[in-house]
């Protein structure tokens, strides 16, 4: 019987906002029988005070864990993520122990590039250091395997998990019918993008807008004012759990516009679950997985016009809805949690043996 492992997780705050919270609240709910997961929160938001006393307390706390593991697992993005794993791993480096670095960013490739060389190479040790690395997509592996020379059996793919969605009751809250844009409200998300191509859709017919995250709420709804459309524009603010669920019950289609996904995210994972057509941009993160005009509908980035137009179509075609309902159900069936946590805990036994 193979033995039963210890793994450290580092990362952000489980009870935080975003993808890689999310991940990591189910990993740690939905566990598995051959690993035991300690967490650890290197970065939590609510300031930079609060954030730097996290980092601090994870630090300090760090040395104390690592005797007892066989693998720590590092949660991995871009920018102040990225430091402070690379601050955390002189402790991993010091103990020798073994480590997976999981990549999440869309932008970690612009953010490489953009540093001077003596940080680069800081990254580069990182990498050359680490026992293996996972991604979100294939794209994602060619990048890590050919920037930073690692071995393929090292590098995998794994898709984020959705459990099935759960029977909720519609938000009665929100106007009926609407589209939904879940997620930070920024550009590079493409909110904004949505909201131009919203205002060159027929008033007279078109469901009402609803935008439910944090971010620059109080610059997109100046945004819809200018462009005539905000008194059919909503701002929710972030929502989560069965909130969320019931705004997605109620959702004529969810809409996420983004300028780069290092995979599908979790939000589009969940609208597919809840049987809603999504609308999102065609990058690589996004058709590795989704088909266009089959299980998703996939749109030029920034490009509004073509937004607009395929909402518009979407939004006059019952049938092609419920065909999205039907094969994005589908989809998702392949990304179950028990599938997720057994490929996860193969690959951690592949990289200890």
Known sequence: MAKKLRVLMIGTSPAGRGGVATLAQMMLQEGHADITIDYLASHQSGGRVRAGLCFLKAWLVL??????????HLHLSKEGSCWRKYLL???????????LLHCHSGGFADFYTSLPSQKREKINGMFAKAAGVMTVSRHWKDYYLRQFHLLPERVKVL?????????????NTQPQPYLLYLGLIHA???????????????????PDLVLAGNGNIDEAKAYAQKLGVAEKVHFSGWVAGE?????L?????LCLPSHAEAGVPFVVMEALAAGVPVVVSDVTGMRELLTDGDNALLVPVSDSKALAGRLTALLEDEAKQQHLRLRGKQLVQQHSPDMYMHQLVAFYRQLLA
Request: net charge positive; charged share 15%; hydrophobic share 50%.
């Open 89 to 99: 791993l002189h402790w991993v480096w010091l103990f020798s122990k073994p480590y």
């Open 63 to 72: 040395p104390f864990l690592l005797w007892r593991v066989h693998l720590v």
């Open 159 to 171: 898709r984020n998990m959705v459990r099935p969605a759960l029977p909720v009751a519609r938000n």
């Open 243 to 247: 909130e969320k669920a019931a705004l």
């Open 188 to 206: 590079t998300k493409g909110a904004f993008d949505l909201l131009d191509a919203y205002s060159l859709l027929p008033a007279s017919t078109c």
């Open 249 to 253: 019950a109620g959702a004529t289609a």
